[in-house]
């Protein structure tokens, strides 16, 4: 169906190595023509689903396949599309009243082609057959599973499974990674300061000509304390998935009845003044302490909590660091000359972005 090239098992450093190394080289090439003026979007999302992709499905696209770009956008689109303040959700009539207004006949359409999208892949993977000797991503996992629990009526191993969590990847996997890189983007934007001591912290650790690994990144305090600031402010994920209480439950002296639709809110943890004093400011200094190490905060909480955290928090924690070390590495970026710097408000979603902006980009030498 789409233009694939099954890639061999790979790290994940290696993984990312190749796709931001292709990013960099667009970069380039695009800032060349278009007199240093980068537009920021979609930019990461075809590279940012490469590396997810590779873990997932062991496939790896051409940036430009033409196909592949039209499905993602559409993605993108979808899940801007939908919120938790979408009244659809407490109306559901609506949806049969106003599809067009609402957006629901796009969403189910983009929904069916998700579904056959994820479909090609497990049957790609079966095809291919290693999955039983040696699986080499999460869909060959999962069939191996499927497989062993086949005589198990009550298995969650299941191809409908498989095939959900599949498309929840797809959605969930790459807005998210996207929001936050172009959050770091934005934020570095407006906080030049910033942005050069990070880049000093990085230069003193890795020779311009290798992509930083984790490791490095580990010698970075104050880059480290970016990133979760980046993490913190850029509220990604302002209003987590609604959960269920499985029992009865007292939490601090108040009775949650089984079975209640809990939402908790991650936004008022990052924001709260009386904790950060400051919680509007951009401000990776406030991880520092006086010694000049990192110290992380649990009041950053943007994955989560408990035994259903997000379970893409591995992957996540790699491709940020890595992607937004490495275009520091090889770009300044800063405020369009003779423009008003770009808004922080996002563009609204389940999982949050900020709105289109442009940047001015220099190459480093
Ligand atoms: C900056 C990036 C990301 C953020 C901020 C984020 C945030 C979250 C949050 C807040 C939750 C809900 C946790 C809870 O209910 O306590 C969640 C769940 C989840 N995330 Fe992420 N996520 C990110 C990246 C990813 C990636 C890359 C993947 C895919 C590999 C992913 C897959 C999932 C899945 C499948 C769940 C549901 C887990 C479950 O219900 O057990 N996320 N994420
Ligand atoms: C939960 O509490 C309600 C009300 O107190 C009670 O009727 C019910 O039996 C309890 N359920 C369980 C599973 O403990
Ligand atoms: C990048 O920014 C640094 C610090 O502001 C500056 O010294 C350097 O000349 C800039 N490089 C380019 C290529 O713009």
Redesign the pocket.
């Known amino acids: 169906m789409y233009d694939l090239e099954v890639t061999q098992r790979h790290s994940m450093q290696s993984v990312i190595e190749a796709e931001i190394c292709d990013l960099v080289t667009e970069f380039r090439t695009e800032i060349k023509s278009s007199n240093g003026t980068l537009t920021i979007r979609t930019t990461f999302i075809l590279s940012v689903l490469n590396v ?1 992709w590779c873990m997932i499905a062991g496939v790896r696209y051409a940036h430009d396949d033409p196909k592949l770009v039209k499905m993602l956008e559409k993605n993108f689109g979808m899940t801007k599309a939908q919120t938790f303040i979408d009244p659809v959700h407490s109306f559901p009539f609506l949806k049969k009243v106003f599809p067009k207004f609402l957006k629901t006949d796009y969403v189910s359409k983009v929904f069916e082609e998700s579904h056959q999208y994820s479909q090609s892949l497990i049957n790609e993977r079966k095809m291919e057959g290693a999955y039983l000797q040696e699986p080499q991503n999460y869909i060959d996992c999962f069939l191996k599973k499927i497989e062993e629990s086949k005589n198990d009526a009550k298995s969650v191993y299941t191809t409908e499974n498989l095939q959900m969590m599949i498309e ?2 797809m959605q ?2 790459s807005t ?2 996207v929001g ?1 890189l172009n959050y770091g983007v934005l934020f570095l934007t407006l906080n030049p300061k910033v942005q050069q001591r990070c880049q000093a912290e990085i230069d003193a650790v890795v020779p311009r000509h290798l992509v930083p690994t984790l490791d490095d990144i580990e010698k970075m305090p104050y880059f480290q304390a970016t990133i979760l600031e980046t ?1 913190r402010l850029g509220n ?2 302002p209003i ?2 609604p ?1 269920v209480a499985p029992t009865n439950w007292t939490l601090r002296g108040y009775t949650i009845p089984k079975d209640t639709i809990i939402i908790s809110n ?1 936004y008022s943890v990052h924001m709260d003044e009386e904790y950060w004093g400051d919680p509007k400011t951009f401000r990776p200094d406030r991880f520092i302490n006086d010694k000049g190490e990192f110290v992380q905060d649990k009041h950053v909480c ?5 035994k ?5 928090v591995t ?2 924690n790699s491709v ?1 660091p890595i992607y937004i070390a490495t275009l520091l590495q090889n770009f300044n970026f800063s405020v369009l000359p003779g423009t008003s710097p770009p808004t922080t408000d996002p563009e609204l979603g389940v999982s949050l972005s900020p709105q289109e902006f442009s940047v001015h980009v220099t190459a480093r030498p």
Not at 302 to 306: A, K, L
Not at 308 to 312: D, H, K, P, S
């Open positions: 997810l929840d990847f969930t996997g998210t990674s936050t993490h990604i994920v987590p998935i959960r991650h943007q994955f989560g909590f408990g259903r955290y997000c379970i893409g992957l996540t940020i």
